[in-house]
Nanobody
């Protein structure tokens, strides 16, 4: 089993930056890839970023590419999501997720078996 706990969310203004953290515990050695997703009220869960266990590869959708950066510190079993130039449309609950079986880095939510409880990010205009 893997447990994930997100932190770092909050209320910011347009153009501000925020860094989210995802701390993993349990069978962390089994994690192959870690992803960030978000879900706004009334919308489907959306892929935000993903990173391999080594940190050597990352994946982003066009909607956040150039503004968001995913990274990891394996010594701390923590994955980060640096979010810059935030926009009101970035407002959502942000979730991190762990994939213990995948071969390829994926932006599909069904590829991830373990999920955190989420952290709210609100960007005011």
């Amino acid at each position: 089993q893997v447990q994930l706990v997100e932190s770092g969310g909050g209320l910011v203004q347009t153009g501000d930056s925020l860094r989210l953290s995802c701390a993993a515990s349990g069978r962390t050695f089994s994690i192959r890839n870690t992803g960030w997703f978000r879900q706004a009220p009334g919308k489907e869960r959306e892929f935000v970023a993903a990173i391999t266990s080594s940190g050597g590869r990352t994946l982003y959708p066009d909607s956040v590419k150039g503004r968001f950066t995913i990274s990891r510190d394996n010594a701390k079993n923590t994955v980060y999501l640096q979010m810059d130039s935030l926009k009101p449309e970035d407002t959502a609950v942000y979730y991190c997720a762990a994939d213990t079986t995948g071969v390829f880095l994926s932006g599909k939510s069904y590829a991830y078996e373990y999920w955190g409880q989420g952290t709210q990010v609100t960007v005011s205009s």
